[in-house]
């Protein structure tokens, strides 16, 4: 069997494959625009350090077993459309994802189709059983992308994070185990 570091994902409009080296100029390119940094903690302005960086730590997680980050690529096109992470807490057996995705590739089911994907990873691969993701309340879009997947809105936690020049809130998503498994037969 593949070891989950090394595991590309097959969704219905994409393929999630590892994060590499070799994606570091897509990464610079997309997440470079301002809006991609108001929604998420990449850094604006988005340099080639910053995109090397990021594609670094990104593989030591996965050396690691710390995380998995994957580039998602368009299966009709093969276009590079974004990233998403989940990031583990195994002693609690749960995870954190995270993710943006290219602002020409908005408004397509990417970002649906590539979280639908890693909650099956996180739940069948990584045995996990609770998967959480949170999102600023300027950016509905990520909220209504968590609930299409399956995600229960938990809350929002106020003045949560620090992000750019303040304490912003965030709003929480999770789905458990019992829950996508219960919806999995439900759809079959």
Same mark, same amino acid.
């Given at each position: 069997m593949t070891p989950p570091r090394e595991r590309i994902? #097959?969704? #219905?409009?994409?393929?999630?494959?590892?994060?590499?080296?070799?994606?570091?100029? #897509?990464?610079l390119r997309y997440a470079a625009a301002k809006?991609?940094?108001?929604?998420? +903690?990449?850094?604006?302005?988005?340099?080639?350090e910053d995109a090397a960086e990021f594609i670094s730590k990104t593989l030591s997680a996965r050396a690691e077993d710390e995380g998995y980050t994957f580039a998602l690529i368009a299966r009709a096109s093969g276009a590079f459309v974004g990233c998403m992470g989940i990031h583990l807490n195994p002693a609690h057996r749960r995870a954190e994802v995270g993710y943006w995705i290219g602002?020409? +590739?908005?408004?397509?089911?990417?970002?649906?189709?590539?979280?639908?994907?890693?909650?099956r990873f996180g739940f069948e691969a990584l045995a996990l059983n609770r998967i959480e993701a949170g999102h600023f309340p300027q950016n509905p879009?990520?909220?209504?992308?968590?609930?299409?997947?399956?995600?229960?809105? #938990?809350?929002?936690?106020?003045?949560y994070v620090w992000h750019r020049d303040g304490f912003k809130d965030v709003e929480y998503y999770a789905i458990l185990r019992a829950e996508w498994e219960a919806e999995r037969v439900a759809n079959m």
């Open positions: 994902l #097959e969704a #219905e409009l994409l393929r999630l494959r590892p994060l590499a080296l070799e994606h570091s100029g #897509e990464v809006a991609i940094a108001d929604n998420t +903690f990449v850094p604006h302005p988005y340099s080639a602002v020409p +590739f908005w408004g397509r089911g990417y970002a649906t189709d590539a979280l639908r994907r890693l909650l879009a990520s909220g209504r992308v968590m609930r299409k997947a399956g995600m229960r809105a #938990e809350g929002l936690r106020r003045g």
